[in-house]
């Protein structure tokens, strides 16, 4: 199992009490986002080149490989995520541009040669997750979007064999907003300093992608969505 993990911890990253009861409930690999940096023991995980856990890696000035391979049932997973660059004013760091970067990674795929290879692109726009999908198409296993929170439906096989979703969506409370509670971001909207805080009552939500492959190649796509 691989989940997103750049906000695990109250929004802000994940912390390593979070990440060990997250393994603890079989999730086997993490990727990240622009949170990810915000939470130091999060990014000792990801320079930890031995815990299965990944940051944006055309964030530049950071002590840690770009990519990790992690062993599952004697497969050689290749597990890489992307920070799309649409919008380079939220990004308070230097970065590669997210194409440059995914032939970097296309380069490494190709020197590994591992039995699997999932890229994770955490990106604003529909038409960047769109356009790296293809892109990437018969060149890595899947490309994985996020970043809004919200699942979409596009989920599918790309003509080279890659599997595809613009948005797999979050794990959280039904009834908020991206996770936050409709109060204390309305209050925002309103011109006050209101801290975010996480809803945490009502019915949450699941959703996820279930993938197989055979070989590298994706042969079947299904969306999960449990709320409960």
Known sequence: MIAQSEN?????????AHFNELRSHGVDIFTGGNHTFER????????????P??????????NFQSYK????????????????????????????NQLEFADELVSYISQQKPDLSIINFHGD??????????????KVSAVIG???????????????????????GMCGSLN???????????SRWR??????????????????LLMQFKGAVCQKVERIRIVD
């Open 125 to 138: 726009l529909s038409s960047q997750k769109l356009t790296i999908g293809h892109y990437l198409d018969g």
């Open 69 to 96: 391979i992690f062993k599952y049932e004697k497969k050689a997973i290749f597990v890489a995520s992307i920070m799309g660059t649409a919008y380079p004013e939220k990004i308070n760091e230097p970065f590669t």
């Open 146 to 168: 996020d970043h809004w929170h919200i699942p979409s439906y596009d989920h599918c096989i790309l003509p080279g064999g890659t599997a595809h979703v613009t948005d797999v």
């Open 53 to 62: 856990v990944t940051a944006p890696g055309n964030i530049l000035k950071r």
């Open 40 to 51: 130091p023991d999060n990014m000792r995980l990801v320079a930890d080149n031995s815990r």
């Open 176 to 186: 908020s907003s991206l996770g936050a509670t409709f109060e204390t971001v309305i």
């Open 191 to 208: 011109g006050k300093k209101t801290k975010l805080q996480i809803e945490s009552e009502g019915p949450m939500q699941l959703n996820g």
């Open 8 to 16: 695990v911890s109250h929004g802000k990253g994940m912390s390593l």
